[in-house]
């Protein structure tokens, strides 16, 4: 799911509808956790929320958008709660009743970007001490509406954005098929924060650590470890990076898997070692954890975040995964009576903050590539460094938000270069990429375009290529152009202990309906060079082929071979693959 902020969202052009429900007076008084009281207790401001955009496939009436929308928040106890400012500016939470409205029409002025209509329509109305601070939006266009959800950020996590477009769909689905839109109740924010309250304090261990780790950042949180020049607050600089595609994110989760620890604790090996290079001293975050204790939450709107501070000063995996798990546990306690000693959350210019979410793992799903979702961060003025991961099934995401210096972007830039770089290269080493047969290992990585004349030059190497494979480069090269623009291609090479090309091969993943849905792997081109044949090295890269189809939600493997070709058919044979169905070819 692609991370970016409303500078960076992309949107189509169409009419900005917005749906103002209607609203009772404030009721009944709501607990509020210690991190809603801090974020609402900074009084009320533009750029507090967070939102998710969508586009649906086909034009929805708005009739049933306003249903499906007023059918979730009647689901999630929070979005019918609303802050107002008690005596002496201390936040109070209220229930409020959320009823239909109407639909307003907001004006795109001649030359205005899209996205800065939106960012004023949400600045105004998704604000703390809103009633309510949330707000459904639609971009109408001919092929259907581009659907913006945003809510102050005290209300919600990204964990619950996933919910509110889940459920939002459903209530969708079911005005379609003609039933009612009402979803079953879940348990409310408000009940969490009343069973937070109810946990035991944190032991002395845990009190004295903390302590150690905001001493250490000089009795604040803790701080990026490079200089951000002027510590006033400055016009933010986002920058959205894509880290790995799906080949890279499965290399490292696989690493991640030898190596005996996480994604995420990979992940935090590789900032520790460019954190001690860069700036000669250990990883200090602020990290936020969930507080989904308990599955039953997990299908519940509200801010189920709370933080904690991580300190890794080791890059070796297995170091790094025990210094998550602390921050897991100093992250467990109720956070109020902790931080007491410092009259609540200490922060400083320079708050370096570092937020993960693995979407793969989370009990929610979405079909996000098909809905073209997008997270969607605020515009602000910001001191600090907030970094936040998206580990989905596309591949790894960041998106970085640091004041926007001189002296931090070289500083943030030159950080994030070194941490994509490094975790790159972790990828790129893993043991994915590498074959091993009897003594000898190989490497396989994806082709470049200078491998095409060796690969041709194997897939001539047969008493059939040598008459079907021509002499010119050029159909081969821009047939290679073609193959590497697509993603469901992968056109692999397998290089000895010497980088000399040993094998090829080109794999297709085709998702398809046949067979309930199933994808499909199927396996092209496989070649041996012919010093490297009938040494168990073609076995290997089957089975590496059958690995990397699995990985990307293959069911099912294919391959076709040359009726003549009676070695490679026993070949396959052996390996399991049958020939109960007939394949069919001819020429165009």
Same mark, same amino acid.
């Given at each position: ?29 709501q ?21 998710? /955009? ?15 929308? #007023?059918?979730?928040?009647e689901?999630?106890?929070t #979005? ?11 936040p ?31 600045? @105004? ?7 309510p ?7 109408e ?10 809510c ?62 905001l ?11 490079l /200089? ?26 696989? $690493? ?24 000669? $001293?250990?990883l200090? @975050? ?37 210094a ?7 992250g ?85 270069? $070194? ?68 993603e ?8 000895? @202990? ?8 080109? #794999? ?17 081109? #496989? ?6 044949? /009938? ?5 290997a ?16 493997? $294919? ?6 070709r ?23």
């Open positions: 799911m692609r991370l970016t902020n409303v500078t960076h969202l992309r949107l189509p052009f169409g009419r900005l509808m917005g749906y103002d429900v209607t609203v009772n007076d404030t009721g009944v008084t607990p509020i956790s210690f991190d809603q009281r801090r974020h609402v207790g900074a009084g009320d401001r533009a750029g507090s929320w967070m939102a998710l /955009s969508f586009k649906l496939p086909e034009p929805v009436p708005r009739d049933d958008l306003a249903a499906a929308w #007023l059918a979730v928040i689901r999630h106890g #979005l019918r709660t609303a802050f107002t400012e008690g005596p002496g500016g201390v109070e939470l209220h229930e409020i009743e959320v009823g239909p409205g109407t639909w307003t029409e907001h004006p795109i002025a001649p030359g205005q970007a899209v996205n800065d209509a939106l960012r004023e329509v949400l600045d @105004a109305t998704c604000t703390p001490y809103s009633r601070s949330h707000r459904l939006c639609v971009l266009t001919a092929t259907g509406p581009t659907v913006v959800v945003a102050d950020h005290s209300h919600v996590d990204m964990w619950s954005m996933l919910v509110i477009l889940r459920d939002f769909r459903r209530a969708l689905n079911r005005i379609h098929d003609g039933r009612p839109p009402t979803l079953r109740p879940v348990p409310a924010f408000d009940e969490h924060t009343r069973a937070l309250r109810e946990r035991p304090v944190a032991p002395g261990e845990v009190r004295e650590r903390w302590a150690q780790i001493a250490a950042s000089g009795d604040v949180m803790p701080r990026f470890p /200089s951000l020049g002027d510590v006033d607050v400055h016009p933010e600089r986002v920058e959205v990076r894509d880290v790995f595609g799906v080949d890279d994110a499965a290399a490292f989760s696989a $690493q991640a898997r030898v190596d005996g620890v996480s994604t995420l604790s990979l992940t935090v090996a590789a900032m520790t070692a460019v954190t001690r290079e860069m700036a000669g $001293q250990p200090r @975050a602020v990290f936020p954890v969930h507080s989904r204790y308990e599955p039953t939450w997990n299908d519940s709107v509200g801010w189920f975040i709370t933080n904690s501070v991580i300190e890794s000063s080791d890059p070796a995996p297995e170091a790094a995964a025990a998550v798990r602390e921050a897991v546990h100093l467990s306690w109720p956070l109020e009576d902790i931080l007491a000693p410092w009259g609540g959350m200490p922060e400083g210019p320079g708050m370096f903050a570092i937020s993960w979410l693995d979407l793969r793992r989370l009990p929610v799903r979405v079909d996000a590539a098909a809905l073209e979702a997008q997270y969607v961060g605020a515009a602000i003025r910001t001191d600090g460094v907030m970094l936040w991961f998206i580990f989905d099934v596309d591949g790894l995401h960041l998106r970085c938000r640091y004041p926007d210096t001189p002296e931090a972007r070289e500083n943030v830039g030159g950080w994030l270069d $070194q941490l994509i770089d490094r975790m790159r290269g972790v990828a790129h080493a893993s043991v994915t990429s590498r074959l091993r047969v009897g003594d000898a290992e190989y490497r396989i990585e994806r082709a470049h375009r200078g491998d095409v004349p060796d690969i041709v030059a194997l897939l001539s190497d047969d008493e059939i290529g040598r008459s079907r494979e021509v002499a010119e480069c050029a159909p081969y090269e821009a047939a290679y152009d073609r193959v590497a623009h697509d469901a291609h992968y056109l692999a090479v397998v290089r000895d @202990a010497a980088g000399r090309m040993a094998g090829t091969m080109q #794999l297709t993943v085709i998702p398809g309906l046949c067979r309930g849905g199933a994808t499909r792997l199927q396996i092209e081109g #496989l070649r041996v060079a012919a010093p490297y044949r /009938s040494q168990g090295l073609g076995t890269m089957l089975d590496w082929a059958h690995a990397h189809g699995r990985l990307h939600g293959a069911t099912l493997a $294919q391959v076709t071979t040359d009726e003549t009676e070695r490679a058919r026993d070949f396959y044979a052996r390996l399991g693959y049958t020939t109960n169905q007939v394949g069919l070819k001819r020429a165009l």
